[in-house]
């Protein structure tokens, strides 16, 4: 299977809401059920400079979604966040791990990221496995971070920092 990670268009906007309305993808992000059209075009028309959505694509079908936003403030422009969707049908086949690649070689070669942070809920150790090998660490647990099929459960908070960072003394 060929993967094509490219930025996303209008054209795609249906597709990636089909990813977004599986129970698993929104389960597992901060996302609602039934999500409509409008809200995707609303979401990625007119995209601010510092947001890239970049989407992974097979034999012309959209299959997987992932969003990067590095921080707009003077202090904190180093940091990047991103969230992820991959198509249930295209899991554990390399989609997740083309898109991250490529947001990373993004972030880290072209966008003066040298750290890229990320939520992901305790229980979705697939996930968890993914960013692990990616060089992600874990930081952090929040408790009953967010509301998932009727109640409440914790975030692991993870980072990742680029390798070609300069080492700072702290002040």
């Known amino acids: ?13 249906e597709q990636i809401k089909r990813i977004y309305e599986q129970e698993s ?12 059209v409008e809200l995707w075009r609303n979401r990625l028309e007119n995209l601010a400079p510092n947001i ?3 989407v992974a694509v097979t034999e012309g079908t ?23 969707g991959v198509d249930e049908r295209y899991r554990r086949k ?3 791990q083309a898109l991250m690649c490529a947001a990373i070689n993004l972030a880290e070669n072209w ?12 229980d979705n150790l697939a996930a968890i496995s993914l960013y692990e090998k990616m060089g992600f ?13 009727g109640h409440y459960v914790d ?3 993870m980072a990742r920092l680029a390798t070609t960072q300069s080492k700072t003394s702290s002040r």
């Open 1 to 13: 299977m060929t993967i094509t990670i490219r930025h996303s268009t209008e054209a795609d906007v």
């Open 25 to 36: 993808c929104y389960a597992n992000t901060l996302q609602v059920p039934f999500p409509s």
């Open 52 to 54: 890239k959505s970049l």
């Open 62 to 84: 959209v299959v997987g979604q992932l969003g990067l936003e590095v921080n707009a403030s003077p202090r904190r422009r180093h940091v990047a966040t991103l969230g992820m």
């Open 94 to 96: 390399g989609v997740g």
């Open 111 to 122: 966008m003066a990221v040298t750290r890229i942070e990320l939520e992901v809920y305790a």
């Open 137 to 149: 660490q874990r930081e952090g647990l929040a408790k009953a971070f967010a509301f998932k099929n």
């Open 155 to 157: 975030v692991v908070y």
